[in-house]
């Protein structure tokens, strides 16, 4: 059994306010609860931070507290968490074979003016994943097939276990302290180079929104965020 369904824009739009709006609702999401996750976040981070936290430890709470709160509103949605050696992603529950992963941007996410990546390299499996993007998107941009793959499991779950290729869209989420607030957005990456994201087939900017000053005085002002994206290896 086969069925059609819309694939995503054309190559290289990036698409922001009503436009984004648009298009996150016809893959099921809202632009406002999307970004309300990603703040969510953050503040959860900030809240359980305390100074005698190592440096780097915030960077690792952000992604981690993100990871969770975007992957809270996925599941009310009916999308599937899966963590494919060890990475986290959500899954879509129809056949559009959807995923999305958390990682922390550089200072352009969110500013569709300028060309984002994502902050620090990832490891072999997100690598896989932006190949498959790329493959995906050079098939008819109109439609593209969905295959019906088993009886009593959804199609998402039966290409994950198969290892189908998937879209996997990228939730990028960059904190401007100087202007204190967070920039966020969900993009189809197609092209990386050493792990670092080069090319993007679609950018969906989110609507941001100041923070709440408290806490912020215990943030280091610098720390790396960290996606865990390795192979687990039986010896």
């Not at 632009?31 to 981070?45: I, S």
């Not at 509103?73 to 599937?80: E, H, T, V």
């Not at 994950?160 to 189809?188: K, M, Q």
Request: proline share 7%; with cysteine.
């Amino acid at each position: 059994m086969t069925e059609s369904f819309p694939l995503q824009p054309s190559p290289g739009v990036v698409l922001t306010g009503q436009a984004a709006a648009q298009q996150l609702t016809a893959m099921g999401l809202d632009a406002d609860l999307l970004a309300e996750a990603c703040h969510e976040g953050l503040q959860a981070a900030i809240n359980q931070h305390t100074p005698f936290d190592p440096v780097i430890a915030f960077g690792f709470e952000h992604w981690a507290k993100t990871v969770s709160a975007v992957r809270k509103y996925l599941d009310s949605l009916g999308w599937r968490a899966h963590d494919r050696a060890n990475a986290p992603r959500s899954v879509s529950p129809n056949e559009e074979l959807t995923a999305i992963a958390a990682m922390g941007g550089n200072a352009n996410t969110g500013n569709p003016d300028k060309r984002p990546a994502n902050a620090r390299s990832k490891g072999p499996v997100f690598r896989d994943e932006v190949d498959d993007n790329a493959d995906l998107s050079r098939i008819q941009l109109a439609h593209q097939t969905a295959l019906d793959l088993s009886e009593g499991a959804t199609t998402a779950d039966a290409a994950v276990a198969r290892g189908i290729p998937l879209h996997t869209w990228i939730l990028l989420y960059f904190w401007d302290r100087i202007e204190n607030v967070l920039r966020c957005e969900l993009s189809l990456p197609i092209a990386c180079d050493d792990g670092i994201i080069t090319q993007w087939h679609t950018r969906i900017i989110l609507p941001e929104a100041p923070l709440e000053p408290t806490g912020l005085e215990a943030i280091p002002q610098r720390g790396p965020t960290d996606d865990v994206d390795f192979d687990v290896v039986a010896l």
